[in-house]
């Protein structure tokens, strides 16, 4: 059983007539039971109503009877070591006497709670939700559960302080004491009461592990102004950012509110709170889908495409990319706002990719839709197909983020295969190149290239090239296969790059040697799982 007790009694004529909603008091009164912050409010009031007339010899409960999990005690202990009877100048303020039962509930009229700010009155009703779930609905989302989450005034926990405060002297008085950790926390008892709710209008289970997140962001006019005074005892809790509006968040209230001595909290803001001028304001009803990650393997038959965007000082340079011509399908069908790509590393803008591929992962961000069958990933593996005849993408399957790190484990551990055109200044013969075939494991100290030197560190990095098949072609060309640890710059091997690569196909060959095309003809990577297409 979770419910009031006749300890309770003082705590709940005390916040009553000092402006406090119910369902505050409930959570001042470490009440757990989730059931009765979902009764109706104004029945909640009857029923504080009531428990008061009880005899106050009695130890009478507020007339629920509910099998949840254990409520929050409060503990019997020695009364704290504190200020007592404080008012606003460094002590309490003096409560007016509330054993006429009439004072108190008159005050317990729906007015703006003290300490929540109306959170736990007007946003719990029914209107609130049919609000919340309208914006919902009509963000035209894929989801099967949703988990609710909900920012709060960070004043609430300056106000929540105070009547922490008021509550723990009243407490003292009977011999108890009162840890700020014992009492239920707002946004806990506001998930316990629109939980439901949301669930019954949304057609689907609460889960906090859900993907499909529903958000309300909710605000109030006078929080710097209920706030400053901590800025001024704890400037140190307050730091400007440049991604923040205000000075006073939430993290850095209650930082402040850790630090600040009672006495001097006590000499700057009213205990217990005042009324509030104004309710709280839901400024924000938002929807997030986790991202969906679509991974496979691209082919790309052009010379002239780059893996990305190519942007130079500003200025695009080439009017498409492998990334994009994948991804403008994908997002248009899954209805995401972004998308991030990845792949298990990248080829120049002039080199092909054969073979199998080379695999890729797309993260789509915010999707607003979700479920796809096999089939309809199929078809949209044939509509990339068909938009262009640079690329074609094979194996396209939805994946988990987890499974990612296999692609990006693959870019340096494992082998890729290319093949290569290379010029000569000096003629040559095919016995001149024949001696490449026998080389094997052959280590490489490359240097970064010039080429990429603004965008790598500069570093000396030993790769190997595991083996070499040459194909004469005539005087000044011959092809080369070569099988490669990943992370291998090919065509630095081929010319050198001014000594930097060493040795190289111009080293061993005694002659200058240049590369004229590159293809990748494998990347040795067993990710993503082949389909049968």
Known sequence: MSSLTEKDRPIVQLLLNSGTCPRCILRFCCVGSQTLYRHPYKDLVQNLKEFLKNNQEKEDTVCFDVADPPCKRIRLEHAEEGP??????????????????????ENSAVKVCNVCLGVLQEFCEADFVKKVCEKVNSADYQFTSFVFSVSLPPQLSVREHAAWLLVKQEMRKLGLSLAKDDIVQLKEAYKWIIHPQLSEELGVPADGKSLFEVSVVFAHPETDE??????????????????????????????????????????HFPCPPSSPKNLCVAVEIQCNNGAVFVAGRYNKYSRNLPQTPWIIDGERKLESSVEELISEHLVAEFKADSFNFSSSGREDVDVRTLGNGRPFAIELVNPRRIQFTAEEMKGLQQTINNSSDKIQVRDLQLVTRSAIGRMKEGEEEKTKTYSALIWTDKAIQKEDI???????????????PLRVLHRRPLAVRCRIIHTMKSE??????????????????????????FGRTKPNIGSLLNRTAD??????????????PTLDN
């Open 226 to 267: 209920e706030c400053h005074f901590l800025a001024t005892a704890c400037p140190d809790c307050f730091k400007p950012s440049k991604n923040k509006q205000s000075v006073f968040t939430r993290m850095a209230v209650i930082k402040a509110l850790e630090k600040i001595k009672e006495e001097d909290f006590l000499k």
């Open 472 to 497: 004469y072609v005539d005087e000044h060309h011959f092809r080369l296969q070569l099988k490669t640890q990943a992370g291998t710059y090919i065509k630095e091997f081929v010319h050198g790059d």
């Open 84 to 105: 007592d009877d404080l008012n606003h100048n460094g002590e309490l303020q003096q409560i007016p006497s509330v054993n006429d039962e009439n004072t108190a509930t």
């Open 434 to 448: 024949a001696f490449l075939d026998d080389i094997k494991e052959l280590k490489l100290d490359q240097k970064t």
């Open 515 to 528: 590369i004229l095309e590159l293809d990748v003809e494998s990347v040795d990577v067993d990710w993503p």
